[in-house]
């Protein structure tokens, strides 16, 4: 069964710093490209960023410099630190995984077969 597991979402105020991890089980990790996305109250879901099996990045413009996501190929655990938050980093954020021989090349939302239920991150300014 597989399961995606978010957790360290919370309330911050800007500026401020939170470590979201999401624990990764029931299927061959390495196998998959993993990212993180994000939707707002009343905005379409969009990509945060994402990290093929061999930890190569692509981070969203509107993140870059602010947030890292990093994986553990060993523990199948996948995290995003993002520092100097701001108000507009309110939202959901899901861990998702795309069955892809472990590459990411510009996946877009659709091609994520996997899903977290998601953790709330609240910025206050």
């Known amino acids: 069964q597989v399961q995606l597991v978010e957790s360290g979402g919370g309330s911050v105020q800007a500026g401020g710093s939170l470590r979201l991890s999401c624990a990764a089980s029931g299927f061959s990790y390495l196998r998959y490209c993993m990212g993180w996305f994000r939707q707002a109250p009343g905005k379409e879901r969009e990509k945060v960023a994402t990290?093929?099996?061999?930890?190569?990045?692509s981070v969203a413009d509107s993140v870059k410099g602010r947030f890292t996501i990093s994986r553990d190929n060993a523990k199948s655990t996948l995290s995003l630190q993002m520092n100097r938050l701001k108000p507009e980093d309110t939202a959901m954020y899901y861990c998702?995984?795309?069955?892809?021989?472990?590459?990411?090349?510009?996946?877009?939302?659709?091609?994520?077969?996997?899903w977290g239920q998601g953790t709330q991150v609240t910025v206050s300014s």
């Open positions: 990290i093929n099996k061999y930890e190569s990045t």
């Open positions: 998702a995984a795309a069955d892809s021989a472990g590459y990411c090349n510009g996946k877009g939302i659709s091609a994520f077969n996997f």
